[in-house]
């Protein structure tokens, strides 16, 4: 493994990891910001009836009822300790034993959504979401070379409106306010155990995109919406501490630093197409989503420190794939007070083997939820819901790897949890 890519890996893929965690990618995402959407495993957008419709499809608040409407929720995510077994290759070229596996992670994510009355044809709303936050930790070398520790957390504010054309077209949009805030370590030996470098890196970034949405309602029971969320480039910048007892192309290091660094990289646009059909006592939504990650091609990590920029800054490819998500949500209108909700999707990882690194060592995935909404009263409902993420195993092998990983990562995925209530006034 060079030691001009570690520090990029570094900060740059804690960004991505967690930007796919919250953007509708594979990768941990965490699409679901709300009960109905947790339950429904996020096949949530033509459907929407709550707060959260904010957020997900503003299209249509226009064709919910008059008045204000209120929802908050908490989330506890639970990620497993992801097993590696197989080898890594040293900095000399020869495959190293590097079986491993990360450390567990906790999390508690809150979440809220408003919708404000209706002014004509217009209607106002807000969420304020954390669709990422999450992290990974590795026990062993090497894994602790490049991903000793990677948090990093992002909230999203996004405002938004809808204007309806009347009871068949509405559209929606609004402004995405991103802010990201990371730590990340990693902590390098050579073969003998002797010490190579030692880093720590800490950043923020506030950046901005937009969603859009349009939905069509050819009769009561039938929606048909298309939303799509734009790019964000989450433009980190911070400072990088460390030190490290390398050369390279005649530069000699310095055995510590502290200098600013920054690095731009892509949060993807998403394209989804939803249809939702009410049958009575049940409603039926599908959902594709089209995540463009083929945006994020290389990792180019930035210091103002020529000498650690000389050692750290080559360029990295990464040459991720656009994805495909399917999502089927059933909600079951038990009585007037109890509706039960369950989920299913199947998410596709957007990293090749190639570029496949232990901050993210993602697959495919299935997602499998569960969850109910209760009606206490006309104004005021409570629910919960249940999903788990089910990672596939996945196999690497070097070449073509470029990182030298050869083995078999297992087990990971995910568990949430959510509660939350929704009130109308």
Do not use: C
């Not at 409407?69 to 900095?91: C, K, M, R, Y």
């Not at 690194?357 to 409570?382: C, R, T, Y």
């Not at 089910?390 to 995925?413: A, H």
Request: aromatic share 12%; charged share 20%; net charge negative.
């Amino acid at each position: 493994m060079q030691k001009s890519s570690v520090a990029k890996w570094m900060m740059a893929s804690a960004v991505l990891s967690v930007a796919a965690a919250s953007l509708q990618a594979s990768a941990y995402k965490l699409p679901e910001q709300s009960v109905r959407s947790m339950a429904l495993s996020a096949a949530y957008v033509a459907g929407t009836v709550g707060a959260d419709t904010n957020y997900y499809n503003p299209a249509n608040m226009g064709w919910m009822d008059e008045g204000h409407w209120v929802e908050g929720a908490l989330t506890v995510i639970h990620l497993p300790s992801i097993e590696f077994t197989g080898t890594v290759d040293s900095v000399a070229g020869t495959p190293l034993p590097a079986d491993s596996q990360s450390k567990t992670e906790d999390f508690l994510v809150p979440t809220f959504h408003y919708v404000g009355p209706k002014f004509g044809n217009w209607r106002f709303g807000v969420s304020a979401v954390a669709p990422g936050g999450l992290s990974k930790r590795w026990r062993d070398q090497p894994q602790r070379s490049t991903a000793e520790e990677f948090t990093l957390s992002i909230i999203e504010v996004n405002p938004a409106f809808s204007y309806t054309f009347n009871d068949q077209w509405s559209m929606g949009g609004g402004v995405r306010v991103v802010y990201t805030d990371g730590t990340v370590r990693a902590y390098g030996v050579d073969n003998l155990g002797n010490f190579l470098y030692a880093e720590n890196l800490e950043g923020d970034s506030f950046d901005f995109g937009y969603n859009l949405a349009l939905s069509y309602r050819p009769q009561k029971e039938t929606v048909l919406s298309v939303t799509y969320r734009s790019n964000v480039d989450l433009t980190v910048e911070g400072t990088a501490k460390g030190g490290f007892s390398i050369s390279k192309g005649g530069v000699t290091a310095q055995p510590w630093f502290d200098t600013d660094a920054d690095v731009s990289v892509p949060l993807p646009a998403t394209l989804a197409v939803a249809a939702a059909h009410d049958f009575g006592r049940v409603k039926l939504e599908v959902v594709y989503e089209r995540t463009y990650w083929s945006e994020y091609e290389k990792l180019d990590f930035n210091f103002d420190d020529p000498n650690v920029d000389a050692l750290f800054g080559t360029p990295v490819d990464k040459d991720w794939d656009d994805t495909n998500t399917f999502r089927v949500g059933l909600t079951w209108h038990v009585d007037s007070k109890w509706d039960m909700m369950f989920g299913y999707g199947w998410d596709e990882t957007p990293i090749p083997e190639k570029t496949l690194a232990f901050e993210l060592p993602d697959s495919d995935a299935q997602i499998f939820s569960v969850g109910a909404m209760i009606q206490i009263s006309k104004q005021l409902e409570a629910g919960f819901g249940l999903l788990y993420d089910s990672k596939k195993k996945r196999s690497v092998s070097s070449p073509p790897n470029e990182n030298g990983i050869d083995g078999t990562f297992d087990k990971g995925g995910a568990y949430l949890a959510t509660v939350g209530m929704g009130y109308r006034f």
